[in-house]
């Protein structure tokens, strides 16, 4: 996992090995709509062509500081 930034196919295989095509892409897709539901900043995670980026200044990973 990069630290904000990952490509849709890494969050996919890792989330939802078992789907494929415009399943995983809408599993994907909703998971995000839910979370910015309950986040309730829109901003908090973009979702752009094939890149989905979190904004890694309102948040804390600890797996970010063992990969550093």
């Known amino acids: ?3 904000g ?3 849709i196919s890494y ?3 890792l989330m939802w090995p078992e789907l494929e095509g415009d399943a995983a892409i809408h599993a994907l897709e909703t998971s ?3 979370l910015r539901k ?3 900043d829109k901003k908090f995670i973009e979702y752009q062509g094939q890149i989905v980026n979190i904004k890694t ?3 804390y990973v ?3 500081d ?3």
């Open 11 to 13: 969050i996919i295989d």
């Open 5 to 7: 930034k990952s490509h």
């Open 57 to 59: 200044s309102n948040c």
């Open 1 to 3: 996992m990069s630290k």
């Open 32 to 34: 995000i709509y839910r």
């Open 38 to 40: 309950i986040i309730k």
């Open 66 to 68: 063992i990969q550093e």
């Open 62 to 64: 600890d797996l970010w």
